[in-house]
C-alpha cells in the first residue's frame, strides 16, 4: 500500500510541477486516437547485445550476448471507460554464452502480462501512458535451478518537456517459487527511469534505477544509443548494467557488464522499462 500511495503521490507531483510539454494536444483527439494506433507493436526495447564483465577476469565463459524481444497487442478495438485500453504485452529476455561449446543459452527469462493501459491528458495536453498490469516472470527451468515470481504491476511514463521524460514503477509481489523467496532483496521493490533524447531525435542517454529491499542500494543501468538515420527507429547501443538480478537464475550474483550492439525502440515515443 506505501509504495501505491506513493506511485500516486509522484504522478501528482510531476502533474503540477514538471507538466509543461512545447506541444499542445486536443484531449479528445487522442482519446480517440487509440482506435486508431496499431494494435500491435513493440512493448519495451527489442535488442541484441555482446559484452563483458568489468569486475571479472574477461573469458569465454564470461562474455556473452544479451538479446531481449518484447511485443504488446491491444485486445480491445476501441477505447473503454475512463479512457482505459486492455492490452496483453510479452517480453523475452535471453543471456547467451556465444564463446562456449555448443553456443549454450545460459539463462532465458520469459515475462508475460495483461494490463489496463491509460494515455495521460493534463490540461488538453497528453503527457503520458500509465498502466495497472499483472505479470508473471520466470525462467522454465526445473529443481534448484527453477525461479519463478509473479506481481501486480503499477506505472507510469510522463514527458516532462520535449527532451525529457521520467518513469515510475512498483509492485506487490506474490512470489510462488521455491528457489527465490528471497528474491526482493536483490530484484528490488520499485524502479525510477529518465530518459534525455536530443532535439532531433538522433540520440538517447537514459538511466534506470532499481531500489533494493535492503538499506540504500540500488541496481542501476545506464544507456546511450544513437539512431541509425532520422527516420528509422533502429539504434546503436551501448549499455552498462551494475548491480544484482540481471538473469533470474543467477539473481543473487553482482554483475558489472558492458555491453554494445543494436536496439529498436517503440514508435509511441516512450519505452518502458
Given amino acids: 500500500m506505501t509504495r501505491i500511495l506513493t506511485f500516486l503521490l509522484a504522478i501528482h507531483f510531476c502533474f503540477t510541477v514538471f507538466a509543461h510539454p512545447p506541444v499542445y494536444y486536443n484531449a479528445d483527439s487522442i482519446r480517440a486516437g487509440i482506435e486508431e494506433v496499431p494494435s500491435f507493436g513493440l512493448y519495451k526495447d527489442n535488442y541484441f547485445m555482446a559484452g563483458a564483465p568489468l569486475n571479472h577476469k574477461v573469458t569465454r565463459h564470461t562474455t556473452d550476448v544479451k538479446f531481449q524481444l518484447s511485443i504488446r497487442q491491444r485486445i480491445t478495438k476501441s477505447k473503454l471507460p475512463f479512457d482505459t485500453y486492455l492490452f496483453l504485452q510479452y517480453t523475452q529476455k535471453a543471456f547467451w554464452n556465444v564463446l562456449e561449446n555448443s553456443l549454450p543459452m545460459r539463462d532465458i527469462n520469459f515475462n508475460p502480462g495483461l494490463g489496463i493501459g491509460y494515455l495521460i491528458v493534463y490540461k488538453g495536453r497528453y503527457i503520458g501512458q500509465a498502466y495497472l498490469m499483472g505479470?508473471?516472470?520466470?525462467?522454465?527451468?526445473?529443481?534448484?535451478?527453477?525461479?519463478?515470481?509473479?506481481?501486480?504491476?503499477?506505472?507510469?511514463?510522463?514527458?516532462?518537456?520535449?527532451?525529457?521524460?521520467?518513469q515510475f514503477k512498483t509492485w506487490y509481489p506474490i512470489i510462488d517459487g521455491r528457489h527465490n523467496q528471497d528474491i526482493l532483496r536483490y530484484n528490488g521493490i520499485f524502479q525510477l527511469g529518465g530518459n534525455y533524447q536530443t532535439d532531433n531525435r538522433q540520440f538517447n542517454a537514459g538511466l534506470?534505477?532499481?531500489?533494493?529491499?535492503?538499506?540504500?542500494?540500488?541496481?542501476?543501468?545506464?544507456?546511450?544509443?544513437?539512431?541509425?538515420?532520422?527516420?528509422?527507429?533502429?539504434?546503436?547501443?551501448?549499455?552498462?548494467?551494475?548491480?544484482?538480478?540481471?538473469?533470474?537464475?543467477?539473481?543473487?550474483?553482482?554483475?558489472?557488464?558492458?555491453?554494445?550492439?543494436?536496439?529498436?525502440?517503440?514508435?509511441?515515443?516512450?519505452?518502458?522499462?
Wanted: hydrophobic share 30%.
Fill in 135 to 166: 505479470e508473471h516472470e520466470s525462467n522454465g527451468r526445473f529443481t534448484n535451478y527453477s525461479r519463478s515470481w509473479n506481481k501486480i504491476t503499477t506505472g507510469a511514463a510522463i514527458r516532462l518537456n520535449n527532451n525529457v521524460d521520467v
Fill in 208 to 273: 534506470v534505477l532499481t531500489k533494493r529491499k535492503s538499506g540504500l542500494s540500488f541496481n542501476t543501468q545506464w544507456e546511450l544509443s544513437w539512431k541509425f538515420s532520422k527516420n528509422s527507429s533502429q539504434y546503436f547501443i551501448l549499455q552498462y548494467y551494475n548491480g544484482y538480478g540481471e538473469n533470474l537464475l543467477e539473481y543473487k550474483a553482482y554483475h558489472s557488464n558492458l555491453r554494445f550492439g543494436f536496439a529498436i525502440k517503440p514508435s509511441n515515443g516512450f519505452s518502458f522499462y
